[in-house]
């Protein structure tokens, strides 16, 4: 069965830290295509950043800079570090695989985490 | 950066009713488009990839159309599994979703 289970959320201040963690199975993280999703409360989803399989990473523009998304092939584990954390960056976080597409892009989240909850306030 | 725009926001429907949802995109995002079914408390799920193509697994009531700047989701028979909240997601330039439409029970 192919599982991914985020961990690592919680309460902390503007200006702390946070890593989030994603274990994996049934699905290889290093050969995937593997992205953080976000949700504010009562929200929409936002992209927050990837990683290829080739180790490439992107990020969107509030998060780049303060956030760092990587991998840890030996126990298969995706990971997103988050620093300078703000209030904006409340949010349930989700972690995900991207299709694979053939000549294209990569593409839709076809498997999804639960979600960690990551709240920053005073 | 693209900018995806989906209507309306809210749709009241029946049971039984075929239901429609429009996504547009800022600029041309080619069939780079998916829809995705979330419900309150849940992760979303994947329904429709490439604009039209429906994922394992999802029922054939879901259909998407469209191409460019132009996307379409229906759902032929609406069930009431189906009353959720759909977004979609354009994948040509990073990926940016569409703000979501709750389908509700009228």
């Known amino acids: 069965e192919v599982q991914l289970v985020e961990s690592g959320g919680g309460l902390t201040r503007p200006g702390g830290s946070l890593r989030l963690s994603c274990a994996a199975s049934?699905?290889?993280?290093?050969?995937?295509?593997m992205t953080w999703v976000r949700q504010a409360p009562g929200k929409g989803l936002d992209w927050v950043a990837v990683?290829?399989?080739?180790?490439?990473?992107y990020y969107v523009d509030s998060v780049r800079g303060r956030f760092t998304i990587s991998r840890d092939t030996s126990e298969n584990t995706l990971y997103l570090q988050m620093d300078s954390l703000g209030a904006e960056d409340t949010a349930l976080y989700y972690c995900?695989?991207?299709?694979?597409?053939?000549?294209?892009?990569?593409?839709?989240?076809?498997?999804w985490g639960q979600g960690t909850t990551v709240a920053v306030s005073s | 950066d693209i900018q995806m725009t989906q209507s309306p926001s809210t749709l009241s429907a029946l049971v039984g009713d075929r239901v429609t949802i429009t996504c547009r995109a800022s600029?041309?995002?080619?069939?780079?488009l998916a829809w995705y079914q979330q419900k309150p408390g849940k992760a979303p799920k994947l329904l429709i990839y490439?604009?039209?193509n429906l994922e394992s697994g999802v029922p054939s009531r879901f259909s998407g159309s469209g191409s460019e700047t132009d996307f379409t989701l229906t759902i032929s028979t609406l069930q009431p599994d189906d009353f959720a909240t759909y977004y979609c997601?354009?994948?040509?330039?990073?990926?940016?979703f569409g703000q979501g439409t709750k389908v509700e029970i009228k």
């Open positions: 995900g695989s991207l299709k694979d597409t053939i000549g294209g892009p990569p593409g839709g989240m076809d498997v």
């Open positions: 049934g699905v290889t993280v290093s050969r995937n295509h």
């Open positions: 990683i290829y399989s080739d180790g490439r990473t």
């Open positions: 600029q041309s995002v080619g069939p780079w």
């Open positions: 490439e604009a039209y």
């Open positions: 997601q354009q994948y040509f330039s990073y990926w940016t």
